[in-house]
């Protein structure tokens, strides 16, 4: 079985530029997490998606992040425009009814 | 590339009774390790973190130690309640690159 995958797998960029990140969980999987870890500081949750619906995004941060997840299969997280504080490591886990699958997340480097 | 290995897979203690939870890693460059809860049905969250420079971290009933010449860290759960059954994953970061996770174990707190 696939696990969940992310890519690209590392991201340069520079500020006020568009990045796009795409999770593919394991098919079947209706729950759909996005997690960031900014440089030095926690992992923070930033939305959970129940099929193509946002169950929950309280996390986050402003309206220069997009979540999306057309037809409840892969997600798309896209920031725009990116600013310097964006740099981190972001990563999606997805879940069927029981525990979560990790992907290796997605780094990205705003410049 | 960083391996995390996660035992055991499920584990059954009698409420009251403590839990431990081991996991190793390969890349001794990690240096942040995180654990996370996931009970039935909702969204992995972090409990507890510890760095590479502390060797040991508790906040109240859960304590994570860390051993950076074995490469291996515990979680350590005690007078544990019906409501710590759930999964934990632990993971390991290198430098505020990737993070890795572990596959899980299922706690089961047995009345």
């Known amino acids: 079985e696939a696990g969940v995958t992310q890519f690209p797998s590392h991201s340069v960029i520079e500020k006020g530029q568009t990045v796009t990140l795409r999770c593919d969980p394991i098919s079947g999987h209706d729950n759909l997490y996005w997690y960031r870890r900014v440089m030095g500081k926690e992992i923070k949750f930033l939305l959970h998606?129940?099929?193509?619906?946002?169950?929950?995004e309280s996390g986050m941060p402003n309206n220069r992040f997009l979540a999306e997840r057309t037809g409840g299969t892969y997600s798309t997280l896209k920031v725009q425009p990116a600013e310097l504080e964006d740099s981190g490591v972001y990563f999606c886990?997805?879940?069927?009814?029981?525990?979560?699958?990790f992907g290796q997340g997605t780094r990205l480097t705003v410049v | 590339g960083e391996n995390v290995e996660q035992h055991p897979s499920t584990l059954s203690v009698q409420e009251g009774d403590s839990a431990v939870i081991k996991c190793t890693y390969s890349?001794?460059?990690?240096?942040?390790f995180p654990w996370y809860k996931q009970e039935l049905g909702k969204r992995p969250q972090l409990i507890i973190d510890?760095?590479?420079?502390?060797g040991e971290k508790k906040d109240q009933r859960i304590a994570v130690t860390l051993n950076k010449t074995a490469k291996h860290f515990s979680l350590h759960i005690t007078e544990t309640q019906p409501e710590d059954s759930a999964v934990y994953f632990c993971?390991?970061?290198?430098?505020?690159?990737?993070?890795?996770f572990g596959k899980g174990t299922r706690l089961h707190i047995l009345p």
């Open positions: 510890i760095r590479s420079n502390v």
């Open positions: 993971a390991a970061s290198i430098r505020d690159d990737k993070i890795i």
């Open positions: 998606f129940v099929k193509e619906s946002k169950q929950d």
């Open positions: 890349d001794s460059a990690s240096n942040y």
């Open positions: 886990a997805s879940s069927s009814f029981t525990e979560a699958f």
